[in-house]
Every structure is written in structure tokens, then in C-alpha cells.
């Protein structure tokens, strides 16, 4: 069994540059939605849409740049049926009920 931090032939980890661009993309659209804030200074609500749009569609991005790096690192839906456990009902998927 490898483990998920172990690079194989060499290779870079392909999942360095990914997580970097989400967690940048995370804190341009933090700081984007922090500095939009209507209650602090009024502007036209086409300006404000805009920027809270582009904020908002920052944080996704990011967030789901992160999430598939986190879920390729560790092993995302082949866990419990990989490793012979039993998974959330109880029941263990790899041996049929008598």
C-alpha cells in the first residue's frame, strides 16, 4: 500500500498548484466581498450585484478547487469499500446480507 504523500517516479504532486490557485481564490473573493459591503459605504446596487456576484463566484471556485485536492489526497469515495469497513449504515458493502 502507498501512501497518499508519496511521489512515484519522480512526479511532482499534482494536486500543489490546484489547492495554492483555490486558497488564493479564497482570499481574493474574502477580500473582494469585505471591501463590497453595502452597509458601509452606499453605491450603485448594479456595483454592489457586481461585486458581490464576483466575490461570491470567487469563494465557489476556490472552494471546489480545495475540495478536489482534498478528496484526490485522501482517497475521496473508494474509502470504506477499499478497506473492507463497514459504512455508514452499518452494513458492509462487500459482503452481501445472508
Known amino acids: 500500500?502507498?501512501?497518499?504523500?508519496e511521489q512515484?517516479?519522480?512526479a511532482a504532486d499534482p494536486t500543489a498548484v490546484p489547492a495554492a490557485t483555490g486558497l488564493f481564490l479564497l482570499a481574493v473573493g474574502g477580500?473582494?466581498?469585505n471591501?463590497?459591503?453595502?452597509?458601509h459605504k452606499p453605491g450603485h446596487p448594479v456595483t454592489l450585484?457586481?461585486?458581490w456576484a464576483v466575490a461570491f463566484a470567487l469563494l465557489l471556485w476556490g472552494a471546489v478547487l480545495v475540495a478536489r485536492c482534498v478528496r484526490?489526497?485522501?482517497?475521496?469515495?473508494?474509502?470504506?469499500?477499499?478497506n473492507?469497513?463497514?459504512?455508514?449504515?452499518?452494513?458492509n458493502p462487500a459482503r452481501p446480507a445472508p
Open 1 to 5: 500500500m502507498t501512501d497518499a504523500y
Open 8 to 10: 512515484q517516479d519522480g
Open 31 to 33: 477580500w473582494l466581498l
Open 35 to 39: 471591501t463590497t459591503r453595502p452597509w
Open 49 to 51: 450585484g457586481l461585486g
Open 72 to 82: 484526490t489526497v485522501h482517497g475521496g469515495a473508494a474509502g470504506p469499500a477499499e
Open 84 to 91: 473492507d469497513e463497514a459504512g455508514r449504515t452499518g452494513e
